[in-house]
């Protein structure tokens, strides 16, 4: 089992910058690729960024590379969501995800991991 608790989220204006941070307990965390996704309301669960467990590999959604950057310090078991010029559309619940099948590249899809936060508001405002 991992427990994931996300913390970081708020209301921030178009254009700011915002960083999500996620901690893990439970079973051994530098062995999971971790993910975040998010939900915006009436929208399906998405993609954000993830990081292998070594944090050798890093993948972004179009919609927010270059802006997005996703980090882990596993000797704190956490792992960050760095967010910057923040748009409307980022709008969401940001979740932090663990994929603890300790793979070499990162999976998209959410039925790829089974740890789940349980999410952390993000608004931002035009």
């Known amino acids: 089992q991992v427990q994931l608790v996300e913390s970081g989220g708020g209301l921030v204006q178009a254009g700011d910058s915002l960083r999500l941070s996620c901690a893990a307990s439970g079973r051994t965390f530098s062995a999971c690729a971790m993910g975040w996704f998010r939900q915006a309301p009436g929208k399906v669960r998405e993609f954000v960024a993830g990081i292998t467990w070594s944090g050798g590999r890093t993948r972004y959604a179009e919609s927010v590379k270059g802006r997005f950057t996703i980090s882990r310090d596993n000797a704190k078991n956490t792992v960050y969501l760095q967010m910057g010029s923040l748009k409307p559309e980022d709008t969401a619940v940001y979740y932090c995800?663990?994929?603890?099948?300790?793979?070499?590249?990162?999976?998209?899809?959410?039925?790829?991991?089974?740890?789940w936060g349980q999410g952390t508001q993000v608004t931002v405002s035009s």
């Open positions: 995800a663990a994929d603890p099948n300790l793979t070499v590249v990162v999976r998209t899809a959410s039925d790829e991991y089974d740890y």
